[in-house]
């Protein structure tokens, strides 16, 4: 089993919607989480950390992680074509591990 | 968030030749820096963990004659890639240990190896 699970997409959402990406992790043992955005030929950039049970919110952006499922989503509110990336989940440091193990990603795509 | 740079931002190289790729940390002191390299629609994979004046761990399955890691001061660490052939072709990043939580990482360098 994957450390990380995400859906590789694209996920295809009109201008102004709500998309939404999901990420399932193994390790119950994971307390944080990451949300990096990537766009095509650059590096990750960090738009979230998360590390309490529920929402976190910043901007359009809105992480919800849900230990008890072990499950971690990314909501980006009214988005735009300039959201159009991919967008890579992460369990946050642990003792002992400091690097990050990122899920495969998930293409999301805004149409004008 | 932190400020890393890289240089090159993309080189092409020959088969046979190495490469060095330069991480510097422009506005803190990173002790510990982590190298991760991408294949073209895959995910970031960590190859080495390089430490400020001692020897770097690489991961499984990671050559360390072949990636040779350097960090020789805090604000410099070099990863060379020695004898590259075209499957070392790759985007290679470098993202360093801050003392807050986040991890922050550089602008990447494009190798093609033809």
């Known amino acids: 089993q994957k450390e990380v699970e995400q859906n590789s997409g694209p996920l295809s959402v009109p201008e102004g919607a709500i998309a939404s990406l999901n990420c399932t992790y193994s390790?119950?043992?994971?307390?944080?989480f990451f949300w990096y955005r990537q766009y095509s030929g650059k590096s990750p950039e960090l738009i979230m950390f998360?590390?309490?049970?529920g929402d976190k919110e910043d901007g359009r952006f809105t992480a919800q992680l849900n230990k008890a499922s072990q499950y971690v989503s990314l909501l980006i509110r009214d988005s735009q074509p300039s959201d159009s990336a991919t967008y890579l989940c992460?369990?946050?440091?642990?003792?002992?591990?400091?690097?990050?193990?990122f899920g495969s990603g998930t293409r999301l795509q805004v149409q004008p | 968030g932190a400020v890393v740079s890289q240089h090159p931002s993309w080189v092409i190289c020959k088969s046979g030749t190495s490469v060095k790729i330069e991480c510097r940390s422009l506005?803190?002191?990173?002790?510990?820096m982590f190298w991760y390299r991408q294949f073209p629609k895959q995910s970031l994979m960590l190859m080495a963990t390089?430490?400020?004046?001692?020897?770097?761990?690489?991961e499984q399955g990671v050559e360390k004659d072949k990636f040779l890691i350097n960090h020789a001061s805090l604000t410099l660490s070099t990863l060379t890639v020695t004898s590259a052939h075209p499957e070392d072709s790759s985007f290679y990043i470098c993202?360093?240990?801050?003392?807050?939580?986040?991890?922050?990482f550089g602008p990447g360098t494009r190798l093609t190896v033809t």
């Open positions: 390790d119950r043992g994971s307390q944080s």
């Open positions: 506005d803190f002191q990173a002790t510990t």
């Open positions: 390089s430490n400020e004046g001692s020897k770097a761990t690489y």
């Open positions: 993202s360093p240990i801050l003392p807050s939580y986040e991890q922050y």
């Open positions: 992460a369990p946050g440091p642990r003792p002992g591990r400091r690097a990050l193990t």
């Open positions: 998360i590390y309490s049970n």
